[in-house]
């Protein structure tokens, strides 16, 4: 009762657990290819900058000319024509990269490659012209490493699900084969349940980059019908598609202990600064990060340590409350009898200074996101939606 009394008083909660990483990828610099789409082959004395590749029946050429600039064929994947062209002149003969219909360039960090319309851009410049569209979308290359995970592909995929989400309409996401898709605990078919059947246009979000789990998590402002709500969000991705999508869907009702302000958690993203790199002299490292969500977690409330005493903690945008209120610091560490709070899932972002943990709190399936930096906690957000589990156990 006591726990529960301290619980219900500080309105907390959340938690984390690793996923899988993503493979790693080619590193010889070939263009990379996602489901159904193939790369092309490097000319004599080629280079190329990283081909891009396609979703299913996508075009990925990766084919380069020659360091004298001469004809270079490009390479085709399942459902995409083969495009010829004389390659210019260029330093040792630029590779030419095409993606799926309106894709992206296959040089640079990956972006995602659309479906239906022209043959996407070259990966570099003195190619040849590339392949002809292809099927439904792939995550373009990084590079040239096939299965790299860059903070570049988290937030192209992070921007594409949010587009589908507003259109309701999935089929241009790089989706793995077995994806699996939760709102509020619920497992579901993407695109035929929740909000993807009331979604609008994307209000606000601030997300986290975890490059070492190749996963994205997202605390947003979203319209559901004509009602803007909280919302969290989680996708991981393997080989550049993803496999898990992980949502919560805040609407009135659904958490009991305060009413959300969605206003209120749009402000944050420049009260708190989430998304801002952080000084690498001020960094804290990924461990630190993980072991200051678990002791948060596993000894909670007893395990709210180093916050600064600016530190604020909002939940679906509500509470504002001081980040130590109804909480203390312990000065042990968690041992095997402490799990107040199971940390399901724990990522860090050591860039921007994010801790992301995921848990089950008091009848809620709980995003918490923590902004740390000079080793103090700065700001905590929660995002609580109503579910007995999170469909993830």
Same mark, same amino acid.
């Given at each position: ?20 990483? %993503? ?5 010889? =610099? ?13 000319? +004599? ?29 490009? =390479? ?7 495009? +010829? ?12 990269? %095409?993606?799926? %219909? ?29 392949? %002809? ?15 790299? @995970? ?6 192209? +995929? ?26 509020? =605990? ?23 980059? #975890? ?13 559901? =019908? ?21 949502? &919560?869907?805040?609407?009135?009702? #659904? ?20 998304? #801002? ?11 630190? !990060? ?14 709210? @340590? ?7 903690? !909002? ?7 001081? @980040?130590?209120?109804?909480?203390? @610091? ?29 848990? &089950? ?33």
């Amino acid at each position: 009762m006591a726990l529960r009394a301290a619980l219900a008083a500080s309105c907390l909660v959340s938690a984390l657990a690793c996923s899988e990483s %993503a493979d790693p990828g080619d590193p010889s =610099g070939n263009g990379g290819s996602a489901a159904g789409g193939q790369s092309g082959s490097a000319g +004599a004395g080629a280079q190329p900058t990283g081909g891009a590749s396609s979703g299913s029946g996508g075009t990925a050429s990766g084919a380069a000319g020659t360091a004298s600039g001469a004809s270079g064929a490009s =390479g085709s994947a399942t459902g995409g024509q083969a495009g +010829a062209g004389a390659g210019a002149s260029g330093a040792a003969g630029a590779g030419a990269g %095409a993606s799926g %219909a309106s894709g992206q360039s296959g040089a640079g960090s990956g972006g995602v490659s659309g479906t239906s319309g022209a043959a996407g851009d070259s990966g570099s410049a003195g190619g040849g012209s590339g392949g %002809a569209p292809g099927g439904n979308a792939g995550m373009a290359g990084s590079g040239g490493t096939t299965g790299e @995970c860059t903070r570049e592909l988290l937030s192209n +995929a992070t921007d594409a699900y949010f587009e589908a989400l507003e259109a309701q309409d999935p089929s241009t996401l790089p989706l793995a084969a077995g994806v699996k898709f939760t709102e509020n =605990g619920e497992v579901a078919e993407l695109g035929e349940a929740g909000l993807w059947l009331t979604a609008g246009a994307l209000v606000y979000k601030h997300t986290a980059f #975890d490059t070492e789990e190749c996963s994205a998590m997202s605390q947003a402002v979203v319209p559901d =019908g004509n009602m803007d709500i909280p919302f969290a969000l989680r996708l991981k991705l393997v080989a550049q598609q993803i496999t898990e999508i992980e949502t &919560i869907a805040v609407r009135p009702g #659904d958490y009991s202990l305060g009413a959300s302000n969605t206003a209120a958690l749009a402000s944050s993203g420049a009260s708190v600064g989430w998304e #801002d790199p952080v000084p690498e002299a001020e960094r804290n490292t990924r461990e630190e !990060i993980i072991a200051w969500m678990d002791k948060y977690f596993r000894m909670f409330p007893a395990g709210v @340590c180093n916050t600064s005493s600016a530190c604020r903690r !909002i939940e679906n945008g509500g509470g504002d409350f001081m @980040c130590t209120a109804g909480a203390s @610091c312990s000065p042990d560490d968690p041992g095997p009898g402490d799990n107040e709070l199971t940390p399901r899932l724990i990522l860090a972002d050591v860039e921007t200074g994010l801790g992301v943990g995921f848990t &089950i709190f008091m009848g809620n399936t709980d995003m918490h996101m923590f902004k740390m930096h000079g080793g103090e906690v700065h700001g905590v957000s929660a995002v609580l939606g109503q579910a007995g589990m999170s469909g993830w156990e």
